[in-house]
């Protein structure tokens, strides 16, 4: 049981980045996936968040309109793409399955409901 975060990097200010979690070893199709991010310092936060059954979104309002979840339950992947990005964007972005999505009663940012945590991928964006 495991999810493979990958995509991170170094980019420009303005720049993208796309990130892809890889899940195996779980019924992928039954679990929410949800990114979320730490930059040093600070505390942990919810970023985007896709259910399972109706692919229905979620996006933290410092990345609405500039980040896009995406899911291919055939791959078992999620993608982050990330646009526009600014430096305020630099943390360690970790992907999360939910089991059951929001039935299971716990929201979308809520980090200690989640079931299963990847290692992460650090993103930096330099100004």
């Known amino acids: 049981v495991q999810l493979v975060e990958s995509g991170g990097g170094l980019v420009q200010a303005g720049g993208s980045l796309s990130l892809s979690c890889a899940a195996s070893?779980?019924?992928?199709?039954?679990?929410?996936i949800v990114w979320f991010r730490q930059a040093p310092g600070k505390e942990r936060e919810g970023v985007s968040c896709?259910?399972?059954?109706?692919?229905?979104?979620l996006y933290a309002e410092s990345v609405k309109g500039r980040f896009a979840i995406s899911r291919d339950n055939a791959k078992n992947t999620v993608y982050l793409q990330m646009n526009s990005l600014k430096p305020e964007d630099t943390a360690d972005y970790y992907c999360?399955?939910?089991?059951?999505?929001?039935?299971?009663?716990?929201?979308?940012?809520?980090?200690?409901?989640?079931?299963?945590w990847g290692v992460g991928t650090l993103v930096t964006v330099s100004s």
């Open positions: 999360a399955a939910l089991r059951g999505g929001l039935r299971s009663g716990y929201g979308c940012f809520e980090a200690h409901g989640m079931d299963i």
């Open positions: 896709i259910n399972d059954r109706d692919d229905s979104t």
């Open positions: 070893g779980f019924t992928f199709r039954d679990y929410a």
